[in-house]
């Protein structure tokens, strides 16, 4: 099993940063793919990014792509997502997600077996 402890969400203006962290435990985070979601009040999870085990390749949700960025240092049992030119819309409770398919750039939910617990980020206009 795997445990995820994201943080770094908060409050910030409308063409803002963040930088969100997920601490993994428990297996050999190498071994997992990661993924980050979110999910806004009323509406169905989605898909944001996701890196493979070794962190050579990514995938991002074409809402995020060029303002988002994930990455992961696998020393240090963590996966990043850096926000950038944040918008109201991006308000939301993100999670990271692991899954044991370590070399799929997956954006299906589905596919993930682990799951954080969220953190609130919100863009104020």
């Known amino acids: 099993q795997v445990q995820l402890v994201e943080s770094g969400g908060g409050l910030v203006q409308a063409g803002g940063s963040l930088r969100l962290s997920c601490a993994a435990s428990g297996r050999t985070f190498s071994d997992y793919g990661m993924g980050w979601f979110r999910q806004a009040p009323g509406k169905e999870r989605e898909f944001v990014a996701s890196i493979i085990r070794s962190g050579g390749s990514t995938y991002y949700a074409d809402s995020v792509k060029g303002r988002f960025t994930i990455s992961r240092d696998n020393a240090k049992n963590t996966v990043y997502l850096e926000m950038n030119s944040l918008k109201p819309e991006d308000t939301c409770v993100y999670y990271c997600?692991?899954?044991?398919?370590?070399?799929?750039?997956?954006?299906?939910?589905?596919?993930?077996?682990?799951w954080g617990q969220g953190t609130q980020v919100t863009v104020s206009s």
């Open positions: 997600a692991a899954t044991t398919f370590g070399l799929l750039l997956t954006p299906a939910p589905t596919r993930y077996q682990y």
